[in-house]
C-alpha cells in the first residue's frame, strides 16, 4: 500500500477497488489479511472511513479512471444489485488493465436487485467470478445471515488475495 500518494516510487502496481458497501467490505477484509505494501486500496461511494483507502465518489468517475489507468493490474469487488454494480460494469468496460473482477449476486428475495445484477453482468463485456448468495443460504442454514456474509467476505477477499500474488509473481 502506497503511503505517499504523490511517490511513484511507492505505488505498487495493482489497484484493489471495492464498490458500494458490499465491496467494501471486501476490499476490508482483504485489507486486514494481506500486508498493505502488495496493492492499493480504493473504495467508491461508501460510508465507512479507512486508513489508506482512497476515496472516490460516484461523480468522481473520471478522476478515478485517470488514476486507476496508471496502474499495470486494476481488480474490480461489489455486491451487485444496485448503484456500486452499475459503477462497476461502467468501470470495466472502460479501463483496458482490468485483471480481475469479484461479486456476489443478490439473494432471491431481493428481486429487483437480482434482476438489476442480471443486467450489469451481461453489461461487463470480460469475465467475472460471481458467487450467488443464495448458495450460501444452502452451505450454512444454521449461520446468521450477518456471520454468513461477514465470512462469505473472508472467502473473496482470499481469493482476490490470491490473484493479487499470483499477479505480483507473473507480473
Ligand atoms: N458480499 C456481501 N454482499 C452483501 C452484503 N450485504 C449485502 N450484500 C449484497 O450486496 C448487494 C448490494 O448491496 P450494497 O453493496 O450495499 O449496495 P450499494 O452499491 O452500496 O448501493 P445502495 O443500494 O445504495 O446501498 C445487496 O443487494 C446484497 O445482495 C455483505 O455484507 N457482503
Ligand atoms: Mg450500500
Redesign the pocket.
Given at each position: 500500500m502506497n503511503f505517499d500518494k504523490n511517490s511513484k516510487e511507492t505505488q505498487s502496481s495493482i489497484a484493489l477497488v471495492g464498490?458500494?458497501?458490499?465491496?467494501m467490505?471486501?476490499l476490508k477484509k482483504a485489507v486486514e489479511i494481506i500486508e498493505l505494501t502488495s496493492f492499493d486500496a480504493f473504495a467508491v461511494?461508501v460510508e465507512n472511513w479507512l486508513e489508506n483507502v482512497n476515496f472516490y465518489r460516484f461523480d468522481q468517475v473520471n478522476e478515478l479512471i485517470s488514476e486507476l489507468a496508471k496502474y499495470q493490474h486494476v481488480i474490480l469487488t461489489?455486491?451487485?444489485?444496485?448503484?456500486?454494480?452499475d459503477f462497476l460494469a461502467y468501470l470495466a468496460n472502460r479501463l483496458d488493465n482490468i485483471s480481475g473482477i469479484f461479486v456476489?449476486k443478490?439473494?432471491k428475495v431481493?428481486k429487483t436487485?437480482l434482476r438489476r445484477a442480471e443486467e450489469q453482468l451481461k453489461a461487463i463485456e470480460r469475465g467475472a467470478i460471481v458467487k450467488d448468495?443464495n448458495e450460501l443460504l444452502a452451505e450454512k442454514p444454521d449461520s446468521p445471515i450477518g456471520v454468513a456474509?461477514?465470512d462469505?467476505?473472508t472467502e473473496?477477499a482470499v481469493e482476490i488475495i490470491c490473484k493479487i500474488i499470483k499477479l505480483s509473481v507473473l507480473g
Open positions: 464498490l458500494g458497501g458490499a465491496g467490505s471486501i461511494n461489489a455486491g451487485l444489485g444496485s448503484s456500486g454494480g456476489t443478490p439473494f431481493e436487485r448468495l456474509l461477514d462469505l467476505d473473496m
